[in-house]
């Protein structure tokens, strides 16, 4: 069975700072998917980044970045230029690559709070 | 367009009555899902169906049943609530992966659940 840990249960950063949040995983599969969620207090959950295991190049999306290390099993989220409206949580998911296991297994989250 | 629909969004019941949680896509998503978030666990999957009349159990499925009689709908049934099923419920959709398709879940707003 796949697991997820994100060891660092909060963090904060400064308005306009960069910050990591971090996630590993474990797997026997070759192929998955890759994802960080962000749930801000409103509940929802929000698709931040995804990443594809085949593809080397790091995912990106505006300020949003990832570090994918797949030998060393690593997916952590970089955060550049905090706002006000990052401060959340984030949970760090993984997918696998066939029906059976499309589900998503998530880590506990981390709560991320942006200081003024 | 909207998506995924959980209804109801709040409900409290008393130890041992019974509900139904109602999940609505509009997305022709094949595969459905249920989770369970509660503090410090991140979501974790109850059961998922990956078509219209197939489902399957999923990490704590203990207490729940389900039903995907319809294509665009997912019923999470609890017959016999416990305090211990007190939780935020998700319902989630997505495309089939597979072949190179990065399809992300998109998620319900939550159905906040209080069992007395």
């Known amino acids: 069975a796949q697991t997820v840990t994100q060891s660092q249960p909060e963090m904060s950063v400064q308005e306009a700072e960069t910050v990591t949040l971090s996630c590993t995983y474990d797997?026997?599969?070759?192929?998955?998917?890759l994802f960080w969620y962000k749930q801000p207090p409103s509940r929802q959950m929000i698709l931040v980044i995804r990443?594809?295991?085949?593809?080397?190049q790091n995912a990106t999306e505006n300020r949003f970045s990832v570090n994918f290390q797949k030998a060393a099993k690593s997916f952590s989220l970089k955060i550049s230029d905090s706002q006000l409206g990052d401060a959340a949580m984030y949970f760090c998911?993984?997918?696998?690559?066939?029906?059976?296991?499309?589900?998503?297994?998530f880590g506990k989250g981390i709560t991320l709070s942006v200081r003024p | 367009n909207a998506g995924v629909t959980q209804t109801p969004k709040f409900r409290v019941l008393k130890t041992g009555q019974s509900m139904t949680l109602l999940c609505a896509q509009d997305?022709?998503?094949?595969?459905m899902y249920w989770y369970r978030q509660d503090p410090g666990m991140g979501l974790r999957l109850i059961h998922y169906?990956?078509?219209?009349?197939?489902?399957a159990k999923g990490e704590v499925p203990d207490g729940y049943n389900v039903s995907r009689l319809k294509k665009q709908n997912f019923l999470l049934g609890l017959e016999s609530a416990a305090p211990s099923q007190t939780s935020v419920y998700f319902c989630?959709?997505?495309?089939?992966?597979?072949?190179?398709?990065?399809?992300?879940?998109?998620f319900g707003d939550g159905t906040r659940l209080s069992i007395l």
């Open positions: 989630a959709s997505s495309y089939p992966v597979g072949g190179g398709s990065n399809q992300p879940q998109h």
């Open positions: 797997t026997s599969e070759s192929d998955y998917y």
């Open positions: 990443q594809e295991a085949y593809k080397q």
């Open positions: 998911a993984y997918r696998g690559f066939t029906g059976a296991n499309s589900k998503l297994t």
């Open positions: 997305m022709n998503h094949e595969y």
């Open positions: 169906s990956v078509g219209e009349g197939t489902t």
